[in-house]
C-alpha cells in the first residue's frame, strides 16, 4: 500500500476537529511600504537611475525604503534622497547636451527663489550643502516645484550617457567676464563672496540673492555659451 506522508494525515485530522488553514492577512503597513517603493522608482529621474546606475540606485532606494517605514511622507523621503544625487548630476552636467543642461539649471533657480521666500538660510544650505548640510526640498517645496526637478533630472540624466562634453575654458572665461561686468554695478566687490562660502562672516541673504543674480545672468548668454560656462563652473 502507498504511503501517506505524516503531514497529510496531520492535515485531514486537523481538518476533522475543525481546525482550516487560511493564508495570512497581508500587513497593511507593508502594503503600504510597497506601493510607495513602486511609485517612487517610476518618477522621472529616478527610473533613469535605476537603470543606469544601480550601485547608486540600491543606496538612494534604501535611504527612502527607511524613511518610509520610520513614518515620514513620500514627499520627505523623496526629500531626504534627493542630496545623494549631487555627485551624480555634477558628473552628468559635463556629459549633457547644453539643453539639458541649462535647463536644469533653469530648475535650480526657481527653486533658490522659492527657497529664498522662505528664508535666505534655506536659500543658503541649498546653494552649499557641503557647508551647512542641505534641505529637505520635499517638504519645503510645493508640489509643482519637485516634480519640475524630478522632470529637470530626467532630462539630465537621459542626455549625458556618453563621453564628457568638449570644454572651451579660453570662451567660459570670456562669458563669466561679461557675466560679472553685468552684475559689478549692482553688487560690486561683494560678488567675492561667491568664491567664499564657507566663510562665517558672509552674508547668507547676499550670497543666496547674488546667486540667483548669477545664474539668470548666466542663462541669459546664448546657450551654448551658458552651457560651456555652467560645465567649467562644475568641473573647478
Known amino acids: 500500500m502507498r504511503k501517506v506522508s505524516l503531514i497529510i494525515i496531520t492535515a485531514?485530522?486537523?481538518?476533522?476537529?475543525?481546525?482550516?488553514?487560511?493564508?495570512?492577512?497581508?500587513?497593511?503597513r507593508q502594503l503600504a511600504e510597497q506601493a510607495a517603493m513602486e511609485k517612487f522608482a517610476a518618477l522621472p529621474g529616478y527610473r533613469l537611475l535605476k537603470q543606469q546606475e544601480p550601485q547608486?540606485?540600491?543606496e538612494v532606494s534604501e535611504?527612502?525604503?527607511?524613511s518610509i517605514a520610520q513614518g515620514h511622507s513620500f514627499a520627505q523621503a523623496i526629500g531626504?534622497?534627493?542630496?545623494?544625487?549631487?555627485?551624480l548630476v555634477n558628473l552628468r552636467i559635463i556629459?549633457?547636451?547644453?539643453?539639458a543642461v541649462t535647463e536644469y539649471i533653469a530648475v535650480a533657480v526657481s527653486e533658490m527663489q522659492a527657497l529664498n521666500k522662505i528664508s535666505a538660510e534655506s536659500c543658503f544650505r541649498f546653494l552649499y550643502p557641503q557647508?551647512?548640510?542641505g534641505v529637505n526640498i520635499g517638504v519645503l517645496l510645493s508640489p509643482s516645484i519637485n516634480t519640475a526637478d524630478q522632470q529637470a533630472l530626467e532630462g539630465l540624466f537621459l542626455h549625458s550617457r556618453g563621453q564628457d562634453r568638449p570644454l572651451n575654458v579660453n570662451d567660459a572665461n570670456q562669458t563669466l567676464k561679461t557675466v560679472v561686468n553685468d552684475l559689478y554695478?549692482?553688487?560690486?566687490?561683494?560678488?567675492?563672496?561667491?568664491?567664499?562660502?564657507?566663510d562665517l562672516a558672509t552674508d547668507h541673504q547676499k550670497l543666496c540673492a547674488m546667486s540667483i543674480?548669477?545664474?539668470?545672468?548666466?542663462?541669459?548668454?546664448p546657450q551654448h555659451a551658458a552651457a560651456n560656462l555652467i560645465r567649467q563652473m562644475v568641473m573647478g
Request: avoid cysteine; charge should be negative.
Open 12 to 28: 485531514v485530522v486537523l481538518g476533522a476537529m475543525g481546525y482550516y488553514f487560511y493564508p495570512a492577512s497581508p500587513d497593511p
Open 56 to 58: 547608486l540606485w540600491h
Open 63 to 66: 535611504t527612502f525604503a527607511h
Open 80 to 87: 531626504e534622497v534627493r542630496g545623494q544625487l549631487t555627485g
Open 95 to 99: 556629459k549633457a547636451d547644453d539643453q
Open 131 to 133: 557647508v551647512s548640510g
Open 185 to 198: 554695478p549692482y553688487w560690486g566687490n561683494q560678488l567675492q563672496q561667491l568664491n567664499q562660502p564657507e
Open 213 to 221: 543674480d548669477l545664474y539668470h545672468t548666466i542663462l541669459k548668454r
